[in-house]
């Protein structure tokens, strides 16, 4: 593991560049900790109740009687997206799950069936794994690739 540390201590500015609040980063947890309340000088006021409360009471106000339309991915951050929009407004939330091909066998089905009967999320499963297959066809440079597949994602959304 490799990581960097800057400091300038007569003004007071540090940095650090590695990944502390990767789940497997030794020492990740204490050192921002350390960072947050002692250097920082950052009282422990926040907590994610209180987050997901206000958040909560922000998209309401935004959205009103409006519909959201949510590209889902089946990740981390548009699977959370989904749960809090959805206890914010309910059913005028319709996720769109563009199944590229990548993700395990049965997973995409897994994963509508998860939203749609366990959370009651509403969920359309659009298949267009022919479609990502062929435009990376023959690619080989993993930019290119990432670069394709974000392309062809918007297009399959639109």
């Not at 000088?41 to 935004?62: D, G, H, L, M």
């Not at 009103?64 to 991915?73: D, F, I, Q, T």
């Not at 969920?123 to 062929?134: A, G, N, Q, T």
Request: with cysteine; hydrophobic share 40%; proline share 4%.
């Amino acid at each position: 593991t490799s990581c960097a540390v800057i400091a300038d201590h007569d003004r007071k500015l540090y940095g650090v560049q590695f990944h502390p609040e990767v789940v497997n980063s030794i020492g990740g947890s204490p050192l921002i900790r350390n960072f947050v309340y002692h250097i920082c000088n950052c009282k422990p006021t926040w907590t994610t109740a209180t987050f997901v409360e206000e958040s909560i009471q922000q998209i309401r106000v935004k959205v009103a009687k409006k519909r959201v339309l949510l590209a889902l991915s089946g990740g981390v951050d548009s699977s959370t997206l989904a749960f809090l929009l959805h206890k914010a407004i309910g059913d005028q939330l319709t996720c769109v799950f563009i199944d590229q091909g990548f993700m395990r066998k049965y997973e995409p089905e897994r994963l509508v069936k998860l939203f749609q009967e366990q959370f009651h999320i509403p969920v359309e499963h659009v298949s267009v794994r022919d479609r990502f297959l062929r435009a990376l066809t023959g690619i080989t440079d993993p930019e290119e690739k990432r670069r394709i597949i974000g392309h062809e994602f918007i297009r399959a959304f639109e």
